[in-house]
């Protein structure tokens, strides 16, 4: 599939969670447009064409440190896409203190640190900034098995619309709401081949997602074609997900 041109040469991204699945994809996205990249995580790792940064961006502390380390890299700072997140199935009744604060400090804090720190050096740019915030349908739709995680995306999705209106005219701030997205960590929940092809097949346009489809969508956002667009959720389903209530419309087998 032939895919739009975005050129961000001279432009410095920061990427969080970018050493696999979906931040992977937008780290490669961001490089290949010609973007300086500064990606982070946890655990050290080895991410093609990027700087790395060990850090847990749950931590206001270490969450300034990744952006300060941009800016002493390369100079500035253009984008922030805040791609850290996700969540184990546990249901709610099942799900400790200890477990929802981990979650929600993952899906909806980190941004909101990552954020701050990327407006402070964005607001002082004559060219502003964007930043693209990686929600989720879990935000927009019931999360039964990640509760904290679907409350936590829903937040995210309204501050978003907030920082858009605080920051702006200097900073744009924009949201990804990914459905159905297929990665290498995730094939295992969904039951291997098979179940990935049942899921696949709820979904309109065929498939399930990928990372570069959600790249795409940040590189678009985080652009000059997106200019007058902030305040935005994108979602990539894939055209949704099949009701739940038309199972009881189809006729019972031999009717």
Known sequence: MAQPTFDFNGRVVVVTGGSRGIGAGIVAAFVAAGAQAVTCGRNEAEVPGAVFVPADVRQPDQAERVIATAVERFGRLDVLINNAGGSPRVMAEDSS??????????????????????????ADQEDGGAIVNVAS????????????????????????TTLAVEWGPRVRVNAVSGGLIRTDAGDGHYGGEEGLARMAATVPLGRMGTPDDVAQACLFLAGPSAAYISGANLVIHGGGEWPAFHAGLEEPAGS
């Open 97 to 122: 203190p200890r477990f929802i604060e981990a979650i929600v400090g993952l899906n909806l804090l980190a941004p909101f640190y990552c954020a701050q720190a990327a407006h402070r050096v964005m």
């Open 137 to 160: 349908v879990s935000g927009l739709r019931p999360s039964p098995g990640t509760a904290a995680y679907g409350a936590a995306k829903a937040g995210l999705i309204n501050l978003t």
